[in-house]
């Protein structure tokens, strides 16, 4: 089936502010991510929330998407995060959950051929940027919520996966490291 | 009116802001001449202003008993050359020509101070200041700006706040032009630790060769702590040497000798037929100046370059062997910024190197973090030279790459950082000299006395790593540990492949 985004999603932009060092919500920003929307770097910038900003307060399942810059990748609010505000270099994307699961939606966005789509939407002439209307109108073609569910689940393990690995090139550059240190120095008797 | 003493923020804002008159027009480099030559004829008119209604009170408006008194003033200035009366002729069709007349009478009236002075600075110049209609509208602005600023001394907390306005537009124009008006400074912090290095004793003279505006001359003399000293400077650059003068008398320190022209083809600081010598001779020369002039080194009659000439692409050496020359030949020091270059660099440059140090010369070697000087990133050493280092033979070095404060563009001395090293320095020279071949720690990775003998086994390069150890260990590796860990990773991973495995295979892949 597909269907048009903003059929199955409202869409919003980000909050702009000027974040301070200590307040009760994180405030999102796109230098916390890498490239695969995994959070990699300590948020330091907060907002105090008041009456003014607290609708802004993201809401578990909601997705926040870069819409300028040359990476647009995706990443989903999940509200075990605590409270915490997107910047506005995010759309922060509300999808309808009976229709669509948010990490469903987050790795869909996050494929190389949907990466590949936005880069050819993004106007502007220096930063491209992906405007509201055509970022509504995306098709997306969705499975059911039982293969949304399978994909999601393929999607963590790989993540796992590829975390693992990580660690197990890192600890055999240590052993390596140690090893050949120990065999020249140690032995020097 | 108000007698609130003026601050020294509030005259830096004032005089930064008279510079958006200038700025987008004309290069910073050029600019700067008029703002501080403006800056110094407000000065100098104000403290008139100021002497002339303190004598008129005095002498109860006696004209003749006053003008007697004005005589005798630091400075004389004409009616015709106060800021007042340019003020007053602001609307004036030719302002360049008489801010241009008003500089000349200026210099008439003080022939001894300020000969030469304004000779760099063109008000009327259609090249610098645009065509006469623009021209008159930025003089204008430039007064209208200026005269915002009281300066007289009975409204100032002290003398020295104009000086230190001087110094901040000399430091803002120099970051705010980049390379090119970098030239002409050194920073402040920098130039602070040097000074303190030195440590100037009452009654010193003191000696800049490469003076630039006269910082570090203004430093070293604060550091006396009495007026008990006396300063002098060579430049170059001629619009330098104008603001060199300039910041002298702002500092009020008049009887400075400043000259203009080559320290190294034409040295001007001379006595009789010799050059003049000082205690103490500082300087931060260019860097690795090319086409210093080689050529004429080894007739030089002044017998600078004894030791060997150093190559033509490089007036390092050059430099060195100026300053050394310099100084008393029993007690004289010098301190010198340079780039690292000098410390290991081979030919003829390695032989002065082993020279200077087997006469004993060199003191200390310290190492300053990248990134201190405006315009350039590579990272530069202090060298100190002392004649008067007798039966010690050893050398200081110090590490002092890590210690500073880093900022957006330029990274920055703290006084903590300048406090250790000149700490490090002073407890070096108190400490007995080492009667071993191997030198000694003084602090970890921080600072070392090396002994002659091992610095000749060096083949006398002095690159800083070779004596302070800056290797990090890195933390020590539990190798049975780490084998256990990469087996349970492993393990873990094999799961989570099996899971996967499952999965594709109930997908049908």
């Known amino acids: ?189 | 009116m108000n007698n609130k003493p003026i601050t020294q923020s509030e005259i830096n804002n004032i005089v930064w802001k008279a510079c958006d008159t200038f700025r987008g027009v004309i290069d910073p480099s050029q600019y700067k001449d008029y703002i501080l030559t403006m800056l110094f004829v407000k000065y100098v008119s104000d403290v008139w202003k100021d002497k002339k209604a303190f004598y008129s009170e005095k002498y109860n408006n006696d004209e003749v008993r006053i003008q007697r008194a004005l005589n005798n003033e630091r400075f004389k200035v004409p009616e015709t050359c106060t800021f007042d009366y340019l003020f007053e002729n602001r609307n004036e069709a030719n302002l360049g020509e008489l801010i241009n007349t008003a500089l000349e009478s200026m210099e008439d009236a003080n022939r001894s101070k300020l000969e030469r002075v304004f000779r760099n600075i063109d008000f009327n110049s259609e090249s610098n200041l645009g065509q006469t209609k623009d021209r008159n509208r930025r003089l204008k602005n430039l007064l209208v700006d200026f005269s915002a600023l009281d300066l007289q001394p009975s409204h100032l907390a002290n003398n020295d706040v104009i000086g230190d306005a001087y110094e901040y537009l000399i430091e803002r124009f120099a970051s705010d032009a980049g390379k090119k008006a970098g030239e002409f400074y050194t920073p402040s912090q920098v130039s602070t630790l040097l000074a303190k290095l030195l440590n100037p004793q009452p009654g010193d003279r003191m000696i800049d060769p490469t003076c630039g505006s006269g910082s570090l001359l203004i430093k070293l003399s604060k550091e006396v702590g009495s007026n008990n000293f006396s300063l002098y400077g060579q430049e170059i650059n001629g619009s330098t040497w104008a603001l060199a003068r300039m910041n002298m008398f702002l500092h009020e320190i008049d009887n400075a000798t400043i000259e203009w022209g080559d320290t190294l083809n034409n040295p001007k600081l001379l006595e009789g037929d010799s050059l003049l010598k000082g205690n103490i001779v500082g300087a931060n020369p260019p860097f690795s100046l090319d086409k210093w002039g080689a050529d004429n080194a080894i007739t030089d009659q002044y017998t600078r370059f004894h030791r060997g000439v150093p190559p033509q692409s490089k007036g390092d050496y050059a430099f060195i062997s100026h300053m050394i020359a310099s100084t008393y030949h029993d007690t004289g020091r010098v301190g010198v910024i340079l780039p690292h270059g000098v410390l290991f660099r081979g030919s003829s440059e390695g032989k002065i190197r082993q020279q200077l140090i087997e006469e004993n010369l060199l003191e200390a070697v310290v190492g300053l973090p990248a990134n201190l000087f405006f315009g350039t990133g590579i990272p530069a050493t202090i060298l100190i030279f002392n004649r008067a280092k007798g039966e010690n033979t050893d050398v200081l070095f110090i590490d002092a790459s890590q210690g500073y404060e880093s900022g957006t563009n330029q990274n920055r001395l703290r006084i903590t950082d300048i406090n250790k090293i000149v700490e490090t320095y002073k407890a070096f020279q108190q400490a007995t000299p080492l009667s071993t071949e191997l030198g000694l720690v003084i602090e970890d990775k921080f600072a070392y006395r090396a002994t002659l003998q091992e610095i000749a086994e060096n083949e006398y390069n002095l690159n800083i790593p070779r004596y302070v150890d800056t290797f990090e260990e890195e933390e020590e590796v539990d190798i049975p540990a780490t084998q256990e860990n990469i087996t349970i990773l492993k393990k873990e991973l094999l799961a989570v492949e099996g899971q996967m495995d499952n999965y594709l295979k109930e997908l049908g892949f």
Do not use: C
């Not at chain 1, 509201?132 to 997306?140: A, G, Q, T």
């Open chain 1, 1 to 189: 089936m597909k269907v048009k985004l903003g059929d199955i999603a409202q869409l919003q932009f980000g909050l702009y502010t000027k974040p301070t060092d200590n307040g009760n919500a994180a405030y999102m920003q796109v230098k916390y991510f890498d490239d695969w929307g995994n959070q990699t770097n300590e948020i330091d910038t907060f907002i105090e929330i008041d009456q003014k900003n607290e609708t802004h307060l993201l809401e578990d399942g909601d997705i926040l998407f870069v819409g300028k810059g040359m990476r647009n990748f995706a990443w989903t609010y999940k509200s075990s995060y605590g409270p915490a505000i997107a910047s506005s270099i995010f759309f922060v994307i509300k999808v309808d959950q009976s229709k669509v699961l948010p990490d469903f939606l987050t790795t869909l966005f996050n494929t190389a051929q949907t990466q590949a789509y936005f880069q050819t939407i993004g106007a502007g002439s220096s930063i491209p940027s992906i405007r509201k209307s055509e970022l509504e109108v995306f098709m997306i073609q969705l499975p059911t919520l039982e293969m949304q569910q399978k994909i999601i689940n393929i999607q963590k393990l790989h993540d796992k996966d590829m975390a693992l690995s990580r660690k197990i090139v890192t600890e055999k550059q240590n052993l390596y490291q140690a090893v050949i240190k120990n065999l020249i120095y140690n032995n020097e008797q």
